[in-house]
Structure formats: C-alpha cells, structure tokens
Antibody, heavy 121, light 106 residues
Framework: QVQVVQSGGGVVQPGGSLRLSCATS????????MNWVRQTPGEGLQWVAF????????YYAESVKGRFTVSRDDSKKTVSLQMDSLRPEDTAIYYC??????????????WGQGTLVTVSS | DIQMTQSPSSVSASVGDRVTITCQAS??????LNWYQQKQGEAPKLLIY???DLDTGVPSRFSGSGSGTDFTFTISSLQAADVATYYC?????????FGGGTKVEI
C-alpha cells in the first residue's frame, strides 16, 4: 500500500533554515505530483507547495514563495522541502502528501504522518 | 486565492443522527471539491473527491453533493468512529485552499 514517511523538523530560530524530507513507497512515484501542506491550531490546513510529477514545475503559496523550495528525487522516491528565512508564523505541523494528478495539485489521497516545525528564539 | 467557508464550525449529535456540513466557495469551482476527515492526532484522510465521489473503502454513510459555489457533506447515520474534524478543499485553482473545518462530536 501507499506509504509516505516523513523526516526532519524540529526547533529553529527565526531567520534560520530547515529541511524536511519524505520517503515514499507503494506507488509509481514518477507518475504523481506531490504536495506539502501545513497545519496550525489557529489557521487550520494550509497548502504550501506542489511539485509536478517530473519536477518541471513547482507551485507555492504566496506566504512561502521565495523562501521555501520543493524538490524531488525520482531515483530515491523522495520529496524535500527546503525552508529558509523561517518566521514564527511558519510554526506548524507539516505534511508531505501524494496527489492523484501529475500537473497541478488536486486530490490529495495519501498523507505522511506529519512533522512539527517550531520557529522560536 | 479562493476562500472556502465551512459551517458549522462544530456540531454535536447522537449516534444514528444525520449530520450535514456545508462549504461555500468565494467563486465558482465547478465540482473541484474534496472532503477530508481528520481524527485527533492523525493526518487527514480523503473521503470524497470531485464533490460527490466516494474514495475507495469509505463507508457509504458518507456522501457529498453540490457544484459551483455551494457544497454539502452528509453523514447519514453518525457512528462513534466518525468523531473527527472534517475539511473541504478546492482544486479549481493552482493554489489549493481548505475550509476552516467542522468538528463533529457525539
């Protein structure tokens, strides 16, 4: 069955960087786009980024554009989210999640377990 | 971004009751609407996609309807296992957006 297993996360100071990763199995990784979604107690679920099945196009929420970078490694079936210039408002649980589509985010059908990122001095 | 407004924010019902949640989009999104269930401490789980299609393995007591800007999610006979927060999400736009969630309690 589809598995999405996340790693990374932790506590970082404002202005710092952090890299999240997720390893996948149980499906043909190179056929699907992948998302990052975050969740805060106050703001619910917020989509962060999407990378197309071939990595050619990437889309970001306005709130993270220019600071976060999503990438994928088809040989390792992994997706990463590089987060730079972190702000306290980036504090959230981050989910890596498989999409059902190739080109644009649509139906998120499998989610990782989530990883907590805390931005605090 | 397309705003998704869910109501109510919480609902308390008895086992066997019918529970209905609504989701309104700030602009027409055709049927590009999904519903997710999130239990405490877990990741969200896809229940319904394309406004009304039940995902594989999802019990038939869950259903969805609507098109354009107004959507409805229904649990026909509430079970204890359905205690969770439910979210709608649109995919008409490249920037996906979620509703604020509805907490369902027994």
């Amino acid at each position: 069955q589809v598995q999405v297993v996340q790693s990374g996360g932790g506590v970082v100071q404002p202005g710092g960087s952090l890299r999240l990763s997720c390893a996948t199995s149980g499906f043909t990784f190179s056929d699907y786009g992948m998302n990052w979604v975050r969740q805060t107690p106050g703001e619910g679920l917020q989509w962060v980024a999407f990378i197309q099945y071939d990595g050619n196009e990437k889309y970001y929420a306005e709130s993270v554009k220019g600071r976060f970078t999503v990438s994928r490694d088809d040989s390792k079936k992994t997706v990463s989210l590089q987060m730079d210039s972190l702000r306290p408002e980036d504090t959230a649980i981050y989910y890596c999640a498989k999409d059902r589509a190739r080109l644009f985010g649509s139906i998120i059908d499998s989610w990782g377990q989530g990883t907590l990122v805390t931005v605090s001095s | 971004d397309i705003q998704m407004t869910q109501s109510p924010s919480s609902v308390s019902a008895s086992v066997g009751d019918r529970v209905t949640i609504t989701c309104q989009a700030s602009q027409a999104i055709s049927n590009y609407l999904n519903w997710y269930q999130q239990k405490q401490g877990e990741a969200p789980k896809l229940l319904i996609y394309g406004a009304s299609d039940l995902d594989t393995g999802v019990p038939s007591r869950f259903s969805g309807s609507g098109s354009g800007t107004d959507f409805t999610f229904t649990i026909s006979s509430l079970q204890a296992a359905d205690v969770a927060t439910y979210y709608c999400q649109q995919y008409h736009d490249v920037s996906l957006t979620f509703g604020g969630g509805t907490k369902v309690e027994i």
